[in-house]
């Protein structure tokens, strides 16, 4: 009998669960998102979409690394990613298993930065620019051979190359892993700056005639390029024009160019002050100061660089022996040999473009006024004219003076030296 009664309840709960099952079919499951793009390592930002099979779904992610629940962050279309994140996804329905979560990892990585030039071999100093293409970076860089990292010096202006150097860049991005390393190695030699010879001969100062010995000077007006290849720096207005005249300097850093110029190349400085000596390395702080110049000494038996006086520079202008007279330096066309303000476009100009004179020689009639060595009172003549000024000021006998410690955007120079041929 009780064996008879067990096999009775086992069947009633073999048919109520046969029943359950017909009556109460199981819960379906969610299908995983699927995240785009796939993981993986990109140089540019980017759009995620997600997506799921299931329709009907509400989908939840997070990028925080945390997994995705009912009261996480709302997907609701594509969104972009700028960093190095994690995407985490599931997708719920009521009444349905949540779905599994889809994980993607996505590392930005910036993209490496430019360097201009690139490298290679240069008579002066180069003016070197980077840039990046992903937007947004910091750009690091370093000349002592080191690793550029967060703490070396940010890229924002050119920099000054003026002996063989190694730099190195790298670009940073918050959030983004830091781009490849670029390096350019420009190697620096300094060659002796371009001059013609002059023959001795005689030019009239106004009340009589002045006897010139030979002297040789510049082709050209000294460039941006030649000026920071010496000195280490370029203090122009118009930055970043290697082939433009330097401005805005005094004559206090046309003396100075002049004798490292001269050390540079194994010449004799032309000029000392005071006791200190030659080398402006010796030369005390503040030593062109108002007064500085006074204590300036040029020796003109010297072979090496200086400024010409004002009677080898008129001497020059006006074509030395071979002169035709011009108005002008080179001609009566101020529009053929002078870059003045009505032609200008209030700037200056590569040295060399306009037409030459009878010597060869470029821009003595505007680009830049020119310091001379001699004195007006307590001021230096500036012979030649600007950009700035109209033609009747850069004539072959145009100038002005201006204190030896002033600086202006339209004030250059070139060299001069004694005796050689």
């Keep these: 009998m009780k064996t008879i009664t067990l096999l009775l309840i086992i069947t009633m709960v073999f048919l109520l669960s046969c ?47 945390n997994d995705p629940t009912d009261s996480s962050s709302l997907y609701t279309g594509h969104f972009a990613i700028q960093g190095s994140t994690t995407i985490k996804a599931r997708a719920f329905k009521p009444g349905w298993n949540n779905s599994d979560i889809a994980v993607s990892q996505y590392t930005t990585i910036v993209k490496t930065p430019s360097i201009i030039p690139s490298g290679g071999s240069y008579t002066s100093a180069q003016f070197v620019t980077m ?44 959030g983004w892993t830091p781009s490849q390393t670029v390096a350019s190695r420009i190697t620096i030699g300094i060659s002796p700056s371009q001059t013609v010879p002059v023959d001795g001969g005689q030019v009239y100062d106004g009340t009589a005639y002045v006897t010139l010995s030979q002297f040789r000077i510049g082709t050209y007006e000294i460039t941006q390029s030649e000026y920071g290849s010496v000195m280490g720096s370029n203090p122009s207005h118009f930055v970043g024009y290697p082939n433009r005249p330097v401005e805005n300097v005094t004559w206090f850093n046309a003396i100075e160019f002049c004798n490292r110029r001269s050390i540079l190349e194994g010449l004799t400085p032309a000029y000392s002050y005071g006791t200190y000596g030659a080398d402006p390395d010796n030369w005390p702080s503040g030593w062109g100061d108002v007064y500085g110049d006074i204590h300036v000494v040029c020796n003109f038996m010297a072979n090496g660089y200086r400024l010409p006086t004002k009677f080898e520079w008129m001497f020059a202008a006006k074509g030395g022996n071979l002169s035709q007279n011009y108005t002008y330096s080179g001609s009566n066309d101020f529009y053929q040999v002078a870059w003045f303000w009505w032609n200008s476009d209030n700037r200056t100009h590569e040295v060399g473009t306009l037409s030459a004179n009878e010597l060869g020689i470029y821009d003595m009639s505007g680009n830049v006024s020119e310091w001379c060595w001699d004195l007006h009172g307590a001021y230096r003549y500036l012979y030649g004219g ?13 100038w002005i003076s201006k204190a030896p410690y002033t600086r202006y955007f339209d004030r250059g120079f070139r060299v001069c030296r004694s005796g050689v041929r």
Excluded: H
Excluded at 40 to 48: A, C, L
Excluded at 386 to 398: G, K
């Design 19 to 65: 029943e359950k099952k017909t009556t109460e079919p199981d819960i379906q499951k969610v299908a995983t998102p699927v995240v785009s793009p796939a993981s993986g390592s990109y140089t540019d930002e980017f759009q995620v979409t997600i997506t799921c099979e299931t329709q009907g779904v509400t989908i939840r992610y997070t990028t925080n690394g």
């Design 131 to 174: 840039d990046c293409a992903t937007t947004d970076v910091a750009i690091k860089y370093t000349i002592d051979g080191s690793e550029p990292n967060t703490y070396s010096t940010t890229y924002s202006n050119p920099v000054t190359i003026t002996s063989t150097t190694t730099l190195r860049a790298k670009a940073f991005r918050n």
């Design 386 to 398: 600007s950009y700035e000024d109209s033609y009747d000021n850069c004539t072959v006998e145009s």
